[in-house]
């Protein structure tokens, strides 16, 4: 006879993410709404500015942040949105699941959520901007991925809260942007050296505030998760 | 009825009930206005320009004691989300509320007469290289999210809850700011200019002035918080009322 | 060459301004939640009577 146990919190929180990515999986709306922001934004900001004035190379970190910023919160808005219909979040609260595991759960499936949008949206760059692919572009997906667990730390976190309120889809972008301005402006400033030639050295200063922004928010948004669900 | 109880569970209201009684704007008040007045008066009219900025200066009079005013009210508001979550007192989260929208007021001061000088000493209405102003815009936003997050929560335990989690991570979230600020700067512009950009020398009469901008202000601050809480105490007293109501 | 005491005597005035709209809205809303605070308990008197 099978013993039924409560998995540990990092096991549950793997559960979790499977199950939000595998409804994403079957259904696959949020994902192509996603990805065709990106794409068709990264196409109309091309005719914001004067080709011939400025290459679009040095366009193309600044575009990069915009598209990700807003396509990360079309992610991270279906992320508790997702346990709102029938009341799935109820469901996983009576589960005998830490909070932390269901904080942790939401934040990884919105970080690989997000990656697999960037995972098209970063070629698409490339190709449009005529990024030259090698080693720049590497570190640039990095950084990415170093803004984009910052991101995810705190938008899944206030996409939790939001939810609960009356201006949903307006509050999370409210709370969450003011947040976003140390991760932007630090991995604005590395990918627009690295991108000129630059080496990351000069920008070293700036990645330590990207690491440490997510080590201290990581923590902050898993500790304060329990007090955003009801008690 | 005596007590007036609210919603989702907040322990019941411990406000004294004279303090509905009382006006919003009581004699403190009276005394922060006369002595902002007083220094209206002292600064524009008895107080020498400045050799360097000339009359531009004056602005400094009003301006920096609002920045002392926001951050003590800004302080206040991350203070009592603290004791909020540590000891679930409504007062707490209360008078977080009403200190955050007196933040906005005063920040909203600080940039607005930061920029009428910043145009007269800079040429300009606005730049980016500056710190602080910088600085102070993000932390605008941080407390305008901040009290659009209570605007939008009905429930008040929810409601107090939910904004002392913001405003922690808030505090969490200035030093980040300031360091990806102060690198960005220190980029654009040379670090001594920025930092202090011609600092004027002060005649002991402008001393004289500027601490007393100082107590002006910080008395304002105090008496707006007051009749903010005060606020807060007749809204609760309503939202009782209507529980109440809809309860029978 | 800009005017510096028009920019002076304009940011005393905005500054004055928003002080003085932050106490209006204060005393408007104050005065409104006690015309509602009469009302409800009016009301209350009404149904328990």
Same mark, same amino acid.
């Given at each position: ?79 508790? =949105? ?26 990884? =499936? ?23 692919? =090698? ?6 997906? =990095? ?89 | ?8 569970? /907040? +322990? ?10 009382? +006006? ?27 050799? /360097? ?14 920045? /002392? ?120 512009? +040379?670090?001594?200019?920025? /930092?202090?950009?011609?600092? +004027? ?48 | ?49």
């Amino acid at each position: 006879m099978s013993e039924l146990r409560a998995p540990g919190t990092f096991r549950a929180a793997w559960l979790l993410a499977r199950k939000d990515l595998t409804i994403e999986f079957r259904t696959r709306t949020a994902f192509l709404s996603a990805l065709v922001f990106a794409i068709l934004a990264l196409c109309i900001f091309y005719f914001a500015w004067d080709e011939s004035i400025v290459p679009p190379p040095a366009l193309a970190p600044g575009v990069l942040w915009v598209v990700l910023t807003f396509s990360a919160l079309l992610g991270l808005q279906r992320s508790f =949105g997702l346990e709102e219909h029938d009341r799935g979040i109820d469901a996983l609260l009576v589960s005998p699941v830490s909070r932390e595991s269901i904080y942790l759960g939401k934040a990884i =499936g919105n970080l690989l959520f997000l990656s697999a949008v960037q995972a098209v949206t970063i070629p698409a760059l490339a190709l449009f901007y005529n990024l030259p692919v =090698g080693q720049p572009l590497l570190i640039v997906s =990095g950084v990415v991925l170093l803004a984009m667990i910052g991101i995810v730390a705190v938008g899944t976190l206030f996409s939790a809260m939001a939810v609960n309120t009356r201006l949903a889809e307006l509050l999370l972008p409210m709370l969450s942007l003011p947040f976003f301005v140390p991760i932007l402006m630090s991995a604005a400033q590395i990918s627009q050296r690295v991108l000129a030639g630059r080496p990351l050295s000069e920008a070293g200063a700036y990645m330590k505030i990207l690491i440490s922004f997510d080590l201290v928010f990581i923590v902050a948004c898993t500790l304060a998760f329990p007090f955003t669900l009801e008690e | 009825m005596t007590t007036v109880p609210l919603r989702g569970g /907040l +322990p019941p209201n411990r406000e004294p009930q004279t303090l509905e009684a009382k +006006p919003i704007f009581d004699w403190f008040f009276g005394v922060a206005v006369l002595a902002v007045i007083a220094l209206y008066i002292r600064a524009l009219m008895f107080t020498p320009a400045d050799a /360097l900025q000339g009359v531009a200066q004056k602005i400094y009079y009003i301006h920096i004691p609002a920045w /002392l005013s926001a951050y003590i009210a800004v302080g206040i508001t991350a203070l009592m989300s603290i004791v909020f979550l540590w000891l679930h007192d409504e007062r707490a989260d209360r008078l977080g509320e009403a200190a955050a929208e007196v933040g906005l007021l005063f920040l909203t001061v600080g940039l607005s007469t930061g920029m009428f000088w910043g145009r007269v000493i800079w040429g300009a209405w606005w730049v980016w290289w500056d710190m602080r102003l910088t600085l102070t815009l993000f932390l605008w936003f941080v407390v305008a999210a901040y009290l659009v997050l209570r605007g939008a929560i009905e429930d008040p335990s929810m409601r107090a809850r939910y904004c002392a989690v913001v405003a922690i991570l808030a505090a969490l979230l200035i030093p980040f700011i300031h360091l990806s600020v102060y690198l960005f700067a220190a980029r654009l512009h +040379p670090m001594p200019v920025v /930092l202090k950009p011609s600092e +004027p020398s002060l005649s002991p009469q402008m001393l004289v002035t500027f601490l007393s901008g100082f107590v002006a202000f910080t008395l304002l601050c105090l008496a707006l918080i007051r009749a903010r809480y005060r606020l807060g105490v007749l809204r609760d007293i309503v939202a009782g009322l209507e529980m109440d109501g809809d309860v029978r | 060459m800009i005017d510096t005491r028009s920019f002076m005597i304009a940011a005393y005035t905005v500054a004055s301004a928003i002080y003085l709209a932050y106490f209006a809205s204060l005393w408007l809303r104050a005065r409104r939640v006690r015309e509602k605070i009469a009302v409800l308990r009016e009301n209350d008197n009404g149904r328990s009577a």
